[in-house]
T-cell receptor, first 112, second 111 residues
Framework: DAMVIQNPRYQVTQFGKPVTLSCSQT?????MYWYQQKSSQAPKLLFH???????NEADTPDNFQSRRPNTSFCFLDIRSPGLGDAAMYLC???????????FGPGTRLTVL | RKEVEQDPGPFNVPEGATVAFNCTYS??????FFWYRQDCRKEPKLLMS???SGNEDGRFTAQLNRASQYISLLIRDSKLSDSATYLC????????????FGTGTRLLVSP
C-alpha cells in the first residue's frame, strides 16, 4: 500500500516552461518535505510544510515554489525550469519535526 | 567541512562478506541518525534508525560513536540484493531539526 505517492513519475518539460509536481500521502503526517537530488549527490532539502506553515531553505531559488492545499497534498511548482533543474524530486513526510521521514518514489524531471 | 560525510565507494565485496561503512558528522549537538538504502533511480528507503545505544536488525548493525562523531553500518553475510547506495542522515540542531544526508556509499556485492 503506497503511503507517499508522487505524480508523475517522469516529467519532461522544455526550458522555461512551468511544471508542477504532485505529492500525496495517506499517513496523515503533519510535515511534508520536498528534496532535490542530482546524480551521485545527497538529497537537498528545498522546503517543508509543518501543517500549513511554509518553511523555505535559505538557498532554495525563487524559481521553486510550493503549495499545500490540505494535509494530504503538496505541490512543487518550478516556474521557469532551467537545464540545471533536471533532477529527481523527492517528497517525504514525517509525523512531526525530527521524526523519521518516509519518501515517495520521486519524480524524475528532464528539461529539454 | 561538510555536515555529513561518507566515503562514496564503491565497495566491491563478494557474497557472504562482512562490510562496514562509516559516516562522520560535524555537529556535536546532532541527536539522531538514520541509515537509508537507495537503489539506482529509486527513492531512499529507511533501513535503520541509529540512537545512542545503537541497534541491530538481522544482518545489519548500526552504531553511534559520539566521542568521535561518526555512525557506522555493518552488514554481515552480504547478499547480491544488498547492492545499493547507503545514505546516512542526521538531524542538525539548527532551530528547525533539518535532516542532512551524506552523498551515500555505493555497495556492489558480487557472486
Amino acid at each position: 500500500d503506497a503511503m507517499v505517492i508522487q505524480n508523475p513519475r517522469y516529467q519532461v518539460t522544455q526550458f522555461g516552461k512551468p511544471v508542477t509536481l504532485s505529492c500525496s500521502q495517506t499517513l496523515n503526517h503533519n510535515v511534508m518535505y520536498w528534496y532535490q537530488q542530482k546524480s551521485s549527490q545527497a538529497p537537498k532539502l528545498l522546503f517543508h510544510y509543518y501543517d500549513k506553515d511554509f518553511n523555505n531553505e535559505a538557498d532554495t531559488p525563487d524559481n521553486f515554489q510550493s503549495r499545500r492545499p490540505n494535509t494530504s497534498f503538496c505541490f512543487l511548482d518550478i516556474r521557469s525550469p532551467g537545464l540545471g533543474d533536471a533532477a529527481m524530486y523527492l517528497c517525504a513526510t514525517s509525523r512531526d519535526l525530527a521524526d523519521t521521514q518516509y519518501f515517495g518514489p520521486g519524480t524524475r524531471l528532464t528539461v529539454l | 567541512r561538510k555536515e555529513v560525510e561518507q566515503d562514496p565507494g564503491p565497495f566491491n565485496v563478494p557474497e557472504g562478506a562482512t562490510v562496514a561503512f562509516n559516516c562522520t558528522y560535524s555537529n556535536s549537538a546532532s541527536q539522531s541518525f538514520f541509515w537509508y538504502r537507495q537503489d539506482c533511480r529509486k527513492e531512499p528507503k529507511l533501513l535503520m534508525s541509529v540512537y545512542s545505544s545503537g541497534n541491530e536488525d538481522g544482518r545489519f548493525t548500526a552504531q553511534l560513536n559520539r566521542a568521535s562523531q561518526y555512525i557506522s553500518l555493518l552488514i554481515r553475510d552480504s547478499k547480491l540484493s544488498d547492492s545499493a547506495t547507503y545514505l546516512c542522515g542526521g538531524f542538525l540542531n539548527t532551530g528547525f531539526q533539518k535532516l542532512v544526508f551524506g552523498t551515500g556509499t555505493r555497495l556492489l556485492v558480487s557472486p
